[in-house]
């Protein structure tokens, strides 16, 4: 960003004053006050091309996130993404380089698992997918980046849910459109993982380590193992069900887990949708399945290899030391992360609480 490309507009300082207010609601503004926001915006970003993050080093103390906000609030169009991104290279401006997925048949569908128990896609514009997560554990963090990194940049931001007064962060990432598999429908998933047995274990490691679980219990004496799966999506997990089945297991259900319409224990949010869930539940087969789910989730990847150190009928009171000393490590790293969380977002929004953006803008 060049400052004789800024010098030239009429009150600028003045707007960029009325940007810096803390609390600023659009909509209370004035039309003829709108209208002067919306133009200053619209020459700096379309007809200077200055990008949304030095909109907001100008600004000071805001961030890319909280433009593209008052810009979509102010019906200032993005620029088109092959314009910029053309004009990145001439400049040699582009930080970032995309890559095409080049994995194996194992890893396209260990991520189509992933995405089917979490993640989020989109398309912000033609040539490129928008791949999101929000978590607070540290452990979902790591792997997104390990996965995403290698093919395009990834970014992190602090989020505040206002329903449960907590946070988490936002992660995403911005690769090319050889990514786009991961907009295929469930079924048409289903029927070429099924194909192998290798595509099949990784499918459902990805859903494992997005949302899943690797049990430890007192079974009055001794410890029980489970795997777990769960989701709202009843067919996904009848068709878990079938796989495992056809792997040579006895899963349990699915049943149903929590019904939709009720409440969640620690902060009362009504529940949308019903949740089910799969068990498998026979010690052996448990410890049968862990090795051949290739699973990437740090924390899941601990519990697994707890779990495969057990013996049937030892004594729970030399596993429980083991357990507790994992979950307090998994609890102490969470809440360390959503503390570095809490601090960015009061950090970069001042204490704002500013609307999702619903996408990235370049």
Not at 45 to 52: C, E, F, Q, T, W
Not at 74 to 101: D, Q
């Amino acid at each position: 960003m060049q400052k004789e490309q800024l010098d030239v507009y009429p009150k600028q300082e003045e707007l960029l004053a009325l940007l810096r207010t803390k609390g600023l609601s659009i909509k209370e503004l004035d039309d003829a006050r709108r209208e002067q926001l919306r133009e200053f915006l619209d020459y700096l970003h379309n007809a200077k091309g200055v990008s949304l993050n030095d909109v907001a080093k100008l600004i000071g103390n805001k961030t890319s996130g909280y433009t593209s906000w008052v810009c979509k609030e102010l019906g200032v169009k993005p620029r088109a993404f092959e314009e910029a991104r053309l004009k990145g290279i001439r400049e040699k401006r582009r930080k970032y380089e995309r890559k095409p997925f080049d994995g194996t048949d194992e890893g396209r569908a260990y991520l189509l698992g992933l995405r089917h128990g979490d993640l989020s896609v989109s398309k912000p514009w033609r040539e490129v997918v928008r791949v999101s997560t929000s978590t607070t554990h540290p452990a979902m963090a790591e792997l997104f980046r390990k996965l995403f990194e290698p093919c395009g940049h990834v970014y992190q931001a602090a989020r505040f849910k206002k329903d449960t007064r907590t946070y988490e962060w936002n992660l995403t990432a911005i690769v090319d459109n050889s990514f786009d598999f991961l907009f295929e429908p469930r079924e048409t998933s289903w029927s070429w993982v099924s194909t192998s047995k290798p595509t099949l274990l990784a499918y459902l490691a990805g859903i494992l380590d997005a949302e899943g679980s690797i049990g430890v219990y007192d079974n009055g004496s001794s410890p029980a193992l489970q795997v777990l799966f769960y989701n709202t999506h009843r067919e996904l997990l009848e068709f878990i069900n079938a796989s495992l089945e056809k792997l040579g297991y006895n899963p349990l259900g699915p049943y149903l887990d929590k019904r939709q319409g009720t409440v969640t224990s620690k902060y009362k949010i009504v529940r949308r949708k019903d949740y089910w869930k799969i068990a498998l539940a026979k010690f052996g087969q448990v410890q049968d399945l862990l090795p051949r789910l290739p699973i990437r989730h740090q924390e899941k990847t601990l519990r697994r290899d707890l779990a495969l150190s057990l013996e049937l009928g030892q004594p729970w009171g030399a596993v429980k030391p083991r357990l507790d000393q994992l979950r307090s490590t998994i609890r102490a790293n969470r809440d360390a992360f959503v503390e570095e969380a809490r601090k960015s977002y009061a950090q970069h929004h001042d204490g704002l609480e500013i609307p999702g953006s619903g996408g990235t803008w370049v």
